[in-house]
């Protein structure tokens, strides 16, 4: 595709539900970032994923996070338990390399209720 | 800690008016720098970036110059254009670490 694809682009779930967000890089890149945009934060790393090294997980606000990267290419990042607070546009981005331009995708807005 | 601040917004300003939008940055080591531009509807796209003291990024008609010395990274534009209002945000990244830095955004508005 010509640029990062996030799906879906809007998600609205109950409190305590776990939910599922995709990405989609741009192919060919080897790095793989997850970001979040709220009202109350601005926006903030979660993860990232380079490689076949292990991911940089230092941004992630809880153990109720987490991300994979299968096969190098498409990455979920899953919420388990959602909480109100979890209320974001959760943004994704890719680059050719590390410490390459980072692409960012359109973002999935997750409303918790 | 490291660290991006920007001015407030919303900035307002009619067409043709210049344009800064302050960045000053905390950082341990020597960061590079970003603006990247969210225009409405749109994702977050980089508009310039500068890797080292002094470097100048531009891109179409904006500048940002990497001073050191104040530890800023100003955005300018001599003449905004209604197509200039979106949201801008400032960003570092730390040599080894590739994760962005963000600060909160300025809303830039250009009225006719």
């Known amino acids: 595709g010509a640029g990062v694809s996030q799906s879906p682009s809007n998600k609205v779930t109950e409190k305590g539900k776990d939910v599922e967000l995709r990405c989609d890089p741009i192919s060919g890149h080897t790095a793989l970032y997850w970001y979040r945009q709220s009202l109350g934060q601005g926006l903030e790393f979660l993860i990232y994923?380079?490689?076949?090294?292990?991911?940089?997980k230092s941004g992630l606000p809880s153990d109720r996070f987490s991300a994979e990267r299968t096969g190098g290419s498409v990455s979920t990042l899953t919420i388990q338990r959602t909480q109100q607070e979890d209320s974001a546009v959760y943004l994704c981005a890719s680059s050719l390399e590390p410490s390459g331009t980072q692409y960012f995708g359109p973002g999935t807005r997750l409303l918790v209720l | 800690g490291n660290s991006v601040t920007q001015m407030e917004g919303p900035v307002t300003l009619s067409e043709e008016a210049f344009l800064t939008i302050n960045c000053t940055y905390t950082a341990t080591g020597y960061p590079s720098l970003f603006w990247y531009v969210q225009y409405p509807g749109e994702g977050l796209q980089l508009l310039l970036k500068?890797?080292?003291?002094?470097d100048k990024g531009s891109n179409k008609g904006f500048e940002a110059t990497y001073r050191k010395e104040t530890t800023s990274f100003h955005l300018e534009k001599g003449s905004v254009q209604v197509s200039d209002s979106a949201v801008y945000f400032c960003?570092?990244?730390?040599?080894?670490?590739?994760?962005?830095?963000f600060g909160t955004g300025t809303r830039l508005q250009v009225f006719p």
């Open positions: 500068a890797t080292k003291a002094d």
């Open positions: 994923f380079q490689g076949n090294s292990a991911p940089d």
């Open positions: 960003a570092l990244s730390l040599p080894n670490t590739d994760k962005l830095i």
